[in-house]
Every structure is written in C-alpha cells, then in structure tokens.
C-alpha cells in the first residue's frame, strides 16, 4: 500500500476510534479487512461454472473540499465577530480555488477501490474487450475526478490480476433520474419540506448547546445554524485532508469544537439524514423507494446478453447511495439514534454487484454482504429472477412517485 494511502487509513483511524467523533458522511472511507472482492469472486467462481458474468459497481465521490466558496466565506464572517485568535482565520485563495474539487484524500480513496476492483474484474471477467466497460457519472466536478482516479487504479489492478485494460471514457451524465433522483422528484422534495420542522424541534436542544458552547470559545454569540456552517468548514478542509494538506489555520477553524460538539453535530447530521434519505422516512417522501431508479437500471444491465458491457461504473453522491441502501435493507433494521453514516456512506462508500451464472451477489464497500430482502431470504447469493421479481418496473414509475 502506498506511504499516502497507509497515512490516510491511519488517520481516518485516530479521526474516528481514538477521539470518537461521529462524522457522519464526511468521514474518510476506512480502511478494508478481511476478504477482498476479487477473494470473494474467486473463490465462487472455482464453485461453480460461470459464463456471461457481470459486474456493476456505484460509487460516491471520494473525500472533497466544499462545493462552493459560499460555506468558507460563511465561516469567515462567522469567526470574524470573535474576539481571539479565531478571528483571524480567513479563505484563501488555495479554499476557493479547490471547490467541489476531491482532496489528495479523495485520490487516494478512489485509486485504492479502483484498483480492488480492478483485481475482481480480472477474476470475474478476465481479458478486456473493446465496449465492455461503461463509466457514467454525474455532472459534478467531484465525482468525474473520482471517476478518473478510480479508472487509473481499475487499469493497475486488472494489468496485475491478468492483463492490462483498455482506456474507456467517463460519460457526465446531467439532470440524470437514476443518479440524481433526489434533485428532480418534486413530490419528495415537498415531502421532506413539510416534515423537516419535526426532525429540526427534536435537534433544537443539542443544537442549542453546541452553539452555546462554541460562543463561549470564540468570545462572541453565534447561532446553531452559524456554528454548524463553521462545522462544515472544518469537515472539509482539515478532517478530510491527509496530513501533509493540513495548514495550522485549519486546525484553529477545527479547535472551536469539543468532542462533545462533533458527537452532538454528528448524531444531528445522522439523523436528519436517518429521516430524509434512510429507514426513518415517510412515505410522502420515500427516498429508498425512489432509488429503484438506479436500481432498475443496474438489474437490466445485468440481464443484458453476451454483447452487452459486463462491466459498469458509475459516480454519484450520498444522496443516491444512502435510499438505494435502504431499499436494498443496509442500515434497515436500526435505531435512529444508533444509525451510523460514518460506516454505511462514508466518503467514496461503493456497492457493488456481481452476476455469476444466476446469482447475483452483493457487496458494500467491498464486503459481501447478504441480500436482506424477503426474496432472497437472507442469502448471500440471491438468483437474478428472484431480485427482478421483488422490485418489477411496474412498481417503479416516475410520475406516479413524482408528481405532486
């Protein structure tokens, strides 16, 4: 493992073991135990005979700075009303030039899951052929360069699983239903309006508190919404930094938050999330039931015949893999209070499907996992038909989920 990548899967350990702070979706992919996918595939495929597989992997865009200069310059004016040290933090022009750009953190994240996978493509598919890879992603900036990154590391792990890859093109793919689902559905944008203010009453406390303590450090009054803007900031430009990428003014944007106020912004960003985008949601806003979109798409493609592309790539975000768990029961099954975003999306969090013969197995970030839905019985191998029949595109219509 490179010197970079080793620091980074260190780090990412002492960021969330030693200190114990929640990150929510903004903490740094893990590190992988245990048996790897191309492990995994190896030995199902010397158990039985396979021909026409396929492999279809989604994954989030790796660890980034801020989408936009607005949450810095937002910090800034924020820290600007303190009367110490902390006043003095500004944007650079480095923050502002950055955005919605991954972190060298990110690189790495994509390169080390890219070249995994690379190795499972070699066990499961073999040599490469012209028109077998397919690469979408959105249209963000973040997630094409997670896109790129991803596509070297495939490219190395395939040349050392077999043989070397063919270059294939990143296809950006804008105002996309099955990828962007959460941007395009009006019925669950209204939904989740209208229930916001419960979920908000119920953090309003925890809230109050981190704002009340970070007031007392900064020596001036701030809002929850202005602490947790700062708390973003922090997130971005040193939590999701390698430590050669970290600056001193970073580390003073952070030493405004205790433990105590990343466990408590933490747990608030799980559980906003646990309602809008998980198990916890109603149903006039069902994200899980709307990722069937994405769904729909990755089950047709594995039924696709011997001419069709046996390997599928795509980069999106956390608000496309975060339903789509859901739907597929990862993170069902728990309480809101204990829902844990740091290990069901982290940054560059992936999943992954795996036909062989009529089977079809699951992965998510990297480990196989079981099928938790009612027609595949808990089973870690789950017939194609049998997954095909528990969510048919008639259960799957756009306007009837959509319109308002």
């Not at 003014?249 to 030493?255: A, H, I, Y």
């Not at 990862?330 to 309480?335: F, S, T």
């Not at 019985?377 to 029949?389: N, Q, S, V």
Request: charge should be negative; include cysteine; glycine fraction near 8%.
């Amino acid at each position: 493992m490179p010197l970079r990548a080793l620091l980074s899967v260190v780090v990412c350990t002492m960021l969330l073991v030693a200190h114990g702070r929640e990150l929510a979706t903004k903490a740094p992919y893990p590190g992988v135990t245990g048996e790897g996918v191309a492990q995994v595939l190896r030995e199902a495929a010397a158990a039985a005979e396979v021909s026409g597989a396929k492999l279809s992997v989604i994954t989030r865009h790796g660890s980034r700075f801020a989408t936009s200069g607005k949450g810095c310059r937002k910090a800034e004016a924020v820290l600007r009303q303190g009367t110490g040290e902390h006043r003095e933090w500004a944007c650079s022009e480095q923050d502002l030039s950055r955005a919605d750009s991954i972190s060298l953190r990110g690189e790495d994240e994509a390169q080390g899951i890219g070249r995994r996978f690379g190795a499972a493509a070699a066990v499961l598919l073999g040599r490469p052929a012209p028109g077998m890879t397919e690469v979408y992603s959105t249209d963000a900036r973040r997630t094409q360069q997670t896109a790129r990154h991803f596509l070297s590391g495939l490219d190395s792990g395939w040349e050392e699983g077999c043989c070397a890859a063919l270059p294939v093109d990143v296809t950006p793919r804008h105002q996309d239903r099955a990828m962007r689902f959460f941007d395009l559905c009006e019925a669950y944008d209204a939904g989740w309006d209208a229930f916001k203010p419960h979920v908000e009453t119920r953090l309003a406390p925890q809230l109050a508190g981190v704002a009340e303590r970070v007031s007392a450090r900064l020596g001036a009054v701030v809002s929850a919404d202005e602490a947790e803007a700062v708390y973003k900031e922090c997130l971005f430009q040193w939590h999701n930094a390698l430590p050669d990428e970290r600056e001193d003014e970073d580390e003073l944007l952070c030493s405004l938050f205790s433990d105590e106020d990343f466990a408590s912004l933490g747990a608030a960003k799980n559980l906003k999330d646990y309602h809008k985008k998980g198990p916890g949601a109603a149903a006039a806003f069902d994200g899980a039931a709307l990722a069937c979109t994405l769904l729909q798409r990755v089950l047709s493609e594995l039924e696709g015949g011997a001419d069709a592309p046996s390997l599928i790539l795509r980069f999106a975000h956390a608000e496309t893999l975060i339903p789509l768990y859901t739907l597929l029961g990862i993170g069902r099954g728990v309480a809101a209070e204990d829902y844990r975003l740091s290990q069901i999306c982290p940054m560059a969090s992936n999943i992954a499907f795996a036909l062989l013969g009529t089977d079809v197995l699951l992965f998510h970030n990297e480990v196989q996992v079981a099928w938790n839905i009612p027609a595949c019985d808990g089973r870690h191998g789950c017939p194609l038909d049998a997954i095909r029949a528990a969510f048919p595109p008639s259960a799957c219509v756009w306007d009837d989920m959509c319109s308002v």
